[in-house]
């Protein structure tokens, strides 16, 4: 894990805490330095902080992002708008956590982006060849579509009818469950534990953030609405 931070007591404090959780940290005091040891030593996540001296965080987002690295960034803002955060997925971040933080929510966070991304437990060996059944082998499903959306889950692409969609991996996530169950009303606890593996509370606008985000993306001027609101439970994909 790569860890950049320029406040010294907190890059100290976190790095202490992730190192007792189990975590391997390289821990950094800038952008600079964030993006050498990214460049030097791919980490299997990041955690910016946004405000940064020289090279703040949303400008290593972006950096790596444009040189097709993917690895999950988490976020670190002490800004509290929505247009601030929205600048931060807008970067390529994945998720974020708005200072001041608990530490068990930015482990809990970590926890669900490295799920997201580490690849599925090998399953029990299979039979041996003289042992196995004599069918052909399942392709795993590759498309999926409603309400004008069409998503090849292997290649990670989406269109809204013909127009492509750039998403980041957590949106496409949040629109691959929207997309499945389009008709249904998902309350929010659903959605939180897909996609993020824990109910953050009645409190956390991360979701309302990502929804408003993906409707910036999807929408189009003189068409109807994809995703809904319906208060005090959730949200659902539906053409109006």
């Known amino acids: 894990m790569l860890l950049a931070e320029d406040d010294r007591a907190i890059r100290h404090a976190l ?15 800038d952008g600079v330095e964030a ?9 299997d996540i990041l955690v910016l902080d946004v405000m940064m001296p020289g090279i703040d965080g ?16 988490l976020m670190l803002t002490a800004l509290v708008e ?21 530490v ?18 090998a399953g029990p060996a299979a039979p041996a060849a003289e ?5 052909a082998p399942q392709l795993p499903e590759r498309q999926v579509e409603a309400a004008g959306i069409r998503m090849d889950l292997q290649a990670r692409r989406v269109w809204r009818g013909t127009r492509e969609v750039e998403l980041t991996r957590t949106e496409f996530e949040l629109l691959e469950l929207l997309v499945r169950n389009a ?9 939180y534990d897909r996609i993020w593996g824990y109910d953050f509370g009645p409190g956390s606008k991360n979701l ?18 994809l995703i809904h609101t319906v208060r005090g439970v959730g949200y659902v994909l539906r053409e109006d």
């Open 15 to 29: 790095e202490r805490a992730l190192t007792l959780e189990g975590y391997e940290v390289t821990a950094v005091a």
């Open 35 to 43: 993006l050498a040891q990214a460049h030097k030593t791919p980490p």
């Open 58 to 73: 949303l400008q290593v987002c972006r950096v790596l992002r444009a040189e097709g690295d993917r690895t999950p960034i």
């Open 82 to 102: 929505t247009a601030d955060r929205i600048a931060g997925l807008d970067a390529g971040a994945d998720d974020y956590v708005v200072k001041p933080f608990d």
């Open 104 to 121: 068990e929510e930015v482990f809990a966070r970590l926890r669900a982006l490295l799920r997201r991304t580490s690849p599925a437990p």
């Open 131 to 135: 042992e196995a059944p004599a069918k």
């Open 183 to 191: 008709g249904i009303v998902l309350d929010h606890s659903t959605i």
């Open 208 to 225: 309302a953030v990502y929804v408003g985000y993906l409707r910036r993306k999807l929408d189009e001027p003189g068409a109807g609405q």
